[in-house]
């Protein structure tokens, strides 16, 4: 079982920046496929950005070139480096870890952390 808790969101203004974490429990970290999710009132969960196990991304278009998905596998850390901050990017960010591990395909979510952008 694999437990995800992420941090670091807070209440910014437009054009701030913010880092997320999501740490993970466990000893397998390094082999799941990372993910960053967000949902916003009233919208589905969306993707925001993907990180492999060999470290290849992939950056929703609503992103790219503000924010910046990292891993640190000897932390069991993900981050989410999140610059130039807009209205639009209010939601409640989630982590997910994904992938085939053990021969089972496994999937967990954390609980989210809530990103504000406001003036």
């Known amino acids: 079982q694999v437990q995800l808790v992420e941090s670091g969101g807070d209440l910014v203004r437009p054009g701030g920046s913010l880092r997320l974490s999501c740490n993970s429990s466990?000893?397998?970290?390094?082999?799941?496929?990372m993910g960053w999710y967000r949902q916003a009132p009233g919208k589905q969960r969306e993707l925001v950005a993907r990180?492999?196990?060999?470290?290849?991304?992939y950056y929703t278009d609503s992103v790219k070139g503000r924010f910046t998905i990292s891993r640190d596998n000897a932390k069991n850390t993900m981050y989410l480096q999140m610059n130039n901050l807009k209205a639009e990017d209010t939601a409640v960010y989630y982590c997910k870890a994904d992938g085939v591990v053990g021969g089972t395909f496994q999937n967990y979510w954390g609980q989210g952390t809530q990103v504000t952008v406001s003036s």
């Open positions: 466990g000893s397998r970290f390094s082999l799941y496929r």
């Open positions: 990180i492999t196990s060999d470290g290849s991304t």
